[in-house]
């Protein structure tokens, strides 16, 4: 009885401080939306901007708190994906960055960000300048969206309105956010990697992984995600969990965590990038049933324990706890999949085959 109404006064108390913030500073809002949008895709904030985009459309038939901000921040993924696909050495890196850059392009930048640019030093930070950039030109321009879409390429309708200036706009910021991001990343942003060739290292032809948890094996295309099924985002497989510890599958390097701890990203010795996904859409629990155990950068043992888990508080908040295993540089032809039912920390779950030198 009480709770309903604080949280519609808050809601409105919220949309008040915004639509204040716009009429005196409209360049804020998608400036901030632009450059942070990423970082609020990875805790899952993002969405709580929908609400107010919303009821400004409702109110005023426009928006100007998500639309303008995260089409300069999607554009910059895709940009960033493109410079990277453009200068990467592998042609599976090559062919990962691309799809992601397409994919970003259509307004959808989970595959751009996990896959690609967190991988790069310095290339999310062009993403959020960029972004930024781009979004204070929207703001400056007045850029509004009329109705919703993720914002791309493919939705640009939604900012046809009234003022014919407004698609051009859109289409300015479009071409300054892949612009800029394409332009710094491929001058900045890119760390050229030593391959065995480089070091006069033997290339190792096979690496086993275990499991990294236990639980039931799931092919990855039975995930109920697109972006995992597809394996845009790599390949690999799923684990149904049976416990609350995730553990790491082979010796390595930790390379990325996540504020929300429901992600780790590995890699190994020879190359091969890990990235451990728990659950799905599990961003949405800000952290809660997730205690990440290890740090970037720390070198890890398989069985070496990465993330603690709640399984049961995931359950019951109605998320699907299934375990991604994905290999984000490797071909699914070089990846043999164990074929138990069943996995323990202790079973092998999946090869890899590694060609001594890759063009």
Same mark, same amino acid.
């Given at each position: 009885?009480?709770?309903?109404?604080?949280?519609?006064?808050?809601?409105?108390?919220?949309?008040?401080?915004?639509?204040?913030?716009?009429?005196?500073?409209?360049?804020?809002?998608?400036?901030?939306?632009?450059?942070?949008?990423?970082?609020?895709?990875? /805790?899952?904030?993002? /969405?709580?901007?929908?609400?107010?985009?919303?009821?400004?459309?409702?109110?005023? $038939?426009?928006? &100007?708190?998500?639309?303008?901000?995260?089409?300069?921040?999607? #554009?910059?993924?895709?940009?960033?994906?493109?410079?990277?696909?453009?200068?990467?050495?592998?042609?599976?890196?090559?062919?990962?960055?691309?799809?992601?850059?397409?994919?970003?392009?259509?307004?959808?930048?989970?595959?751009?960000?996990?896959?690609?640019?967190?991988?790069?030093?310095?290339?999310?930070?062009?993403?959020?300048?960029? $972004?930024?950039?781009?979004?204070?030109?929207?703001?400056?321009?007045?850029?509004?969206?009329?109705?919703?879409?993720?914002?791309?390429?493919? &939705?640009?309708?939604?900012?046809?309105?009234?003022?014919?200036?407004?698609?051009?706009?859109?289409?300015?910021?479009?071409?300054?956010?892949?612009?800029?991001?394409?332009?710094? +990343?491929?001058?900045?942003? #890119?760390?050229?990697?030593? &391959?065995?060739?480089?070091?006069?290292?033997?290339?190792?032809?096979?690496?086993?992984?275990?499991?990294?948890?236990?639980?039931?094996?799931?092919?990855?295309?039975?995930?109920?995600?697109?972006?995992?099924?597809?394996?845009?985002? $790599?390949?690999?497989?799923?684990?149904?969990?049976?416990?609350?510890?995730? =553990?790491?599958?082979?010796?390595? /390097?930790?390379?990325?965590?996540?504020?929300?701890?429901?992600?780790?990203?590995?890699?190994?010795?020879?190359?091969?990038?890990?990235?451990?996904? /728990?659950?799905?859409?599990?961003?949405?629990?800000?952290?809660? $049933?997730?205690?990440?155990? =290890?740090? +970037?950068?720390?070198?890890? &043992?398989?069985?070496?324990?990465?993330?603690?888990?709640?399984?049961?508080?995931?359950?019951?908040?109605?998320?699907?706890?299934?375990?991604?295993?994905?290999?984000?540089?490797?071909?699914?032809?070089?990846?043999?999949?164990?074929?138990?039912?069943?996995?323990?920390?202790?079973?092998?779950?999946?090869?890899?085959?590694?060609?001594?030198?890759?063009?």
């Amino acid at each position: 009885m009480v709770i309903g109404p604080i949280g519609s006064l808050l809601g409105d108390g919220l949309y008040t401080a915004v639509t204040f913030i716009n009429q005196h500073t409209p360049w804020l809002v998608p400036t901030v939306v632009g450059a942070f949008t990423p970082l609020l895709v990875m /805790v899952g904030m993002h /969405v709580s901007l929908l609400p107010l985009a919303t009821l400004s459309i409702t109110r005023f $038939g426009s928006e &100007t708190i998500m639309g303008p901000g995260m089409l300069a921040s999607n #554009i910059a993924q895709a940009g960033a994906a493109a410079a990277i696909a453009f200068r990467e050495k592998q042609a599976r890196g090559r062919q990962i960055a691309l799809s992601a850059s397409v994919t970003a392009l259509s307004g959808i930048t989970e595959p751009a960000l996990y896959g690609v640019t967190l991988k790069y030093k310095r290339a999310l930070t062009c993403v959020m300048v960029s $972004g930024g950039l781009a979004g204070l030109f929207a703001g400056l321009t007045g850029l509004v969206r009329y109705s919703f879409g993720s914002p791309g390429i493919f &939705t640009l309708p939604v900012f046809i309105g009234n003022n014919p200036a407004n698609f051009r706009n859109a289409l300015f910021t479009v071409a300054i956010a892949f612009g800029l991001t394409f332009v710094s +990343t491929y001058l900045f942003a #890119i760390v050229e990697k030593k &391959t065995p060739a480089d070091t006069n290292e033997p290339a190792i032809k096979c690496q086993s992984l275990k499991s990294v948890v236990t639980g039931k094996l799931i092919p990855l295309k039975d995930v109920n995600d697109d972006v995992f099924a597809s394996g845009s985002l $790599g390949h690999g497989v799923a684990i149904a969990p049976e416990d609350d510890l995730i =553990v790491a599958p082979v010796d390595a /390097v930790v390379t990325m965590t996540y504020p929300t701890g429901h992600a780790i990203g590995l890699t190994t010795a020879t190359g091969q990038e890990i990235l451990i996904h /728990v659950g799905i859409n599990t961003v949405k629990m800000n952290g809660r $049933g997730f205690k990440t155990l =290890v740090n +970037t950068d720390q070198h890890v &043992t398989a069985g070496e324990p990465l993330i603690q888990i709640d399984l049961k508080l995931i359950e019951q908040e109605g998320f699907d706890p299934t375990v991604m295993v994905l290999l984000l540089n490797t071909p699914a032809d070089r990846i043999t999949i164990q074929e138990k039912a069943t996995v323990t920390t202790d079973d092998h779950l999946l090869s890899v085959t590694q060609a001594v030198s890759e063009a």
